[in-house]
């Protein structure tokens, strides 16, 4: 089994900052996408950064040059810095991972979500 735990959100004032992280634990053999997500009561869940294996990222039009995704596959985490937080950032952020495991007779890949962290933005 695989989990991953958000960490690092909390109440900000309007531009500040904030990083959330998102560790992976359990049987790992590889990750491959790790993303970040959000959502707001009623709204579907967001894709707000993805970062592939081999570095690749793509980020939601409205955090675009605020947020920065990046990992270290050493210690299966992957990171948001979210700068020039907006009152429109606040939301729940989940992280998201493709990840080979492996349940020592078969490896195989499967998607696995975090509990959430909240992220508040507010005067």
């Known amino acids: 089994q695989v989990q991953l735990v958000e960490s690092g959100g909390g109440l900000v004032h309007p531009g500040g900052s904030l990083r959330l992280s998102c560790v992976a634990s359990g049987s790992i053999l590889s990750i491959n996408t790790m993303g970040w997500y959000r959502q707001t009561p009623g709204r579907e869940r967001d894709m707000v950064a993805r970062i592939t294996g081999s570095g690749m990222t793509n980020y939601a039009d409205s955090v675009k040059g605020r947020f920065t995704i990046s990992r270290d596959d050493a210690k299966n985490t992957a990171y948001l810095q979210m700068n020039s937080l907006k009152p429109e950032d606040t939301a729940v952020y989940y992280c998201?991972?493709?990840?080979?495991?492996?349940?020592?007779?078969?490896?195989?890949?499967?998607?696995?979500w975090g509990q959430g962290t909240q992220v508040t933005v507010s005067s």
């Open positions: 998201n991972a493709d990840v080979w495991t492996s349940t020592g007779v078969s490896s195989y890949s499967r998607n696995y």
